[in-house]
């Protein structure tokens, strides 16, 4: 009998050809799965929503598939902790004038909390997902870390920055090691309805990818409060904006001003209900400084450390210079400006393919 044989996996299914595959590279090596779909939202909140994520149509697809490969499945209702931790975060981080990242928090608090606890619960060794990543363990440093996918395509370690040297111990990644288009040629060996459907790009809680909606949903009384506040640029008035939940830094359309030339949101004052704008060249920054950090591959930064920094999901990043403040800061020094640096989004930091850690971007300085 195998050592994996004897181990059990808590396999998070989304229903779709991801974490389809994931269970069945996990199966053929050996483990025993238990398969959990979570549900984090009602059906009835977002009716709009009748496909995606969490919907009955996706947890039927899981469901087919574990039974494909032969394992229990369990649909796991999580509404009340996703609503309390990540939407209530992603909507007071819009009332303060940022811009959130509401999946690195889910796969924080939900993801890899409250799944491993349920996992924990149950029994199981490890769970697992189908995120392009891969968890590597550094002996000389005795530390696990996240460390980018074949795939760069598909690379999905930024949204992974905080996750804690127990989860990662805890956790594997199947699709690390793959191209995308190997993951759909077997799904398609293996019948999957899941192999042709495309991947989806919207958050998985906000109707038709509009967050503007969902906020105006949660908070009726707020677009009257905060519609009509100015819009400045170089000290002067020019014009009113429609709420400045509405904006993000660097945004150029919907701003409805004219001066004969384009500007950009260069600073979201929430406090003020004002918005900034500047010329192109306004919105490259060179430093910055983030908290909530999280470190995976270091227990900490002893001295100015260089690094390719990442400051959005789709960022292929940057050159910098990385310093420990303290327990909770680091500041980041880009060898050259960079454009459109937004509070409330992640940084995460790499030395090469691995993941050094991460933090919430808040102050920016020239």
């Not at 919907?55 to 009340?80: C, K, M, V």
């Not at 030339?261 to 900034?276: H, R, T």
């Not at 393919?353 to 971007?361: A, E, F, K, S, T």
Request: charged share 25%; net charge negative; with cysteine.
């Amino acid at each position: 009998m195998s050592e994996k044989s004897q181990k059990t996996v808590l396999i998070a299914m989304s229903g779709g050809v991801d974490s389809s595959v994931a269970a069945h590279l996990l199966a053929e090596e050996g483990y025993n799965l238990i398969g959990v779909t979570m549900k984090t939202w009602g059906f009835d909140d977002i009716p709009e929503k009748d496909s995606g994520c969490c919907s009955l149509e996706t947890i039927y697809s899981a469901r087919n598939t574990a039974q494909l490969l032969g394992f229990p499945h369990y649909t796991i209702d999580f509404t009340d902790r996703f609503n309390e931790v990540v939407i209530s975060n992603f909507i007071e981080e819009y009332l303060k004038g940022h811009t959130p990242n509401p999946c690195v928090l889910c796969n924080k608090a939900i993801k890899w909390g409250a799944l491993l606890e349920k996992a924990e619960e149950l029994g199981a060794d490890y769970i697992a997902t189908g995120h392009y990543a891969q968890v590597n363990y550094n002996d000389s440093l005795n530390r696990n870390h996240i460390s980018r996918a074949v795939d760069l395509t598909k690379d999905q370690s930024y949204a992974l920055w905080q996750l804690s040297q127990h989860s990662l111990a805890k956790t594997l990644f199947p699709l690390g090691r793959f191209k995308k288009t190997e993951i759909r040629a077997i799904a398609k060996k293996l019948g999957l309805k899941s192999a042709d459907i495309p991947d989806s790009q919207e958050i998985c809680f906000v109707p038709n990818d509009d967050y503007r909606q969902l906020i105006q949903i949660r908070m009726p009384e707020l677009k009257k409060a905060i519609e009509g506040g100015d819009i400045i640029y170089q000290d002067k008035k020019i014009g009113q904006h429609k709420g400045y939940i509405n904006y993000t830094i660097g945004q150029r359309r919907g701003l409805e001003v004219s001066l004969g030339k384009p500007v950009y949101v260069s600073k979201i004052d929430a406090e003020n209900n004002v918005i900034y704008v500047d010329d192109e060249t306004g919105i490259y920054n060179t430093e910055f400084i983030c908290n909530e950090i999280n470190l995976q591959k270091y227990v900490s930064l002893d001295s100015e450390t260089p690094a390719i920094v990442k400051i959005r999901y789709k960022d292929k990043g940057s050159a910098a210079r990385i310093q420990q403040l303290n327990n909770n800061e680091i500041k980041v020094i880009f060898d050259e400006p960079k454009k459109a640096i937004t509070p409330g989004q992640s940084a995460v930091f790499y030395d090469g393919d691995d993941l050094i850690g991460g933090g919430i971007i808040q102050t920016i300085s020239n």
